[in-house]
T-cell receptor, first 114, second 112 residues
Framework: DAKTTQPPSMDCAEGRAANLPCNHS???????VYWYRQIHSQGPQYIIH???NNETNEMASLIITEDRKSSTLILPHATLRDTAVYYC???????????????FGSGTQLTVLP | NAGVTQTPKFQVLKTGQSMTLQCAQD?????MYWYRQDPGMGLRLIYY???????DKGEVPNGYNVSRLNKREFSLRLESAAPSQTSVYFC???????????FGNGTRLTVT
């Protein structure tokens, strides 16, 4: 699985959009970008994933650059409950040995400020 | 619908003691996983089970064993606990092996 790079921390004002970047310059053609978040003392929670097109669900939007070397997770109207560590991961959808070695990095600590 | 349930939530062991961490999911998922999380290191995969009847090692399997008891349950056993195994342990499941993961709320283990 490709390595990802995220800023260690970010702040966002409540009600504003939170834009969390992720670099994955070594991503392969069959690797998807996944986002999870972990609220303090809880298990990680799946947010969204995509291959090359932008994706949106009830929680967030995912914007992937045309060259797929970076992506941005957008929380459109951040609330205090969105304060969490956000993890960006790339992994292949097809069955392979490397797909099993799914490891989360250190992520981005997002703090939503009142 | 409880999702992924882990027991116990907290545990303190002495070095050399054994214990089993339990995990059950009610989503009819095929794949199940055990991770450990240590400060500053993200989550690391210990063992996984792609489907009922199969288990495989992850990134950090030493000192652990697992059992996929049935489709719902996947247990993690520490035969002789060591202080280095002090960590938060998360169980996760997925519909199939490469689907999004659903996590439990963890077991906080301290080995003294």
């Amino acid at each position: 699985d490709a390595k990802t790079t995220q800023p260690p921390s970010m702040d966002c004002a409540e009600g504003r959009a939170a834009n969390l970047p992720c670099n994955h310059s070594t991503i392969s053609g069959n690797e998807y970008v996944y986002w999870y978040r972990q609220i303090h003392s809880q298990g990680p929670q799946y947010i969204i994933h995509g291959l090359k097109n932008n994706e949106t669900n009830e929680m967030a939007s995912l914007i992937i650059t045309e060259d797929r070397k970076s992506s941005t997770l957008i929380l459109p109207h951040a609330t205090l409950r969105d304060t969490a560590v956000y993890y960006c991961i790339v992994r292949a959808q097809t069955f392979s040995g490397s797909a099993r070695q799914l490891t989360f990095g250190s992520g981005t600590q997002l703090t939503v400020l009142p | 619908n409880a999702g992924v349930t882990q027991t116990p939530k907290f545990q303190v062991l002495k070095t050399g003691q054994s214990m089993t961490l339990q995990c059950a999911q009610d989503m009819n998922h095929n794949s199940m996983y055990w991770y450990r999380q240590d400060p500053g290191m993200g989550l690391r995969l210990i063992y996984y089970s792609a489907s009922e009847g199969t288990t495989d090692k992850g990134e950090v399997p030493n000192g652990y064993n697992v059992s996929r008891l049935n489709k719902r349950e996947f247990s993690l056993r520490l035969e002789s606990a060591a202080p280095s195994q002090t960590s938060v342990y998360f169980c996760a499941s997925a519909r199939v092996e490469n689907s999004p993961l659903h996590f439990g709320n963890g077991t906080r283990l301290t080995v003294t």
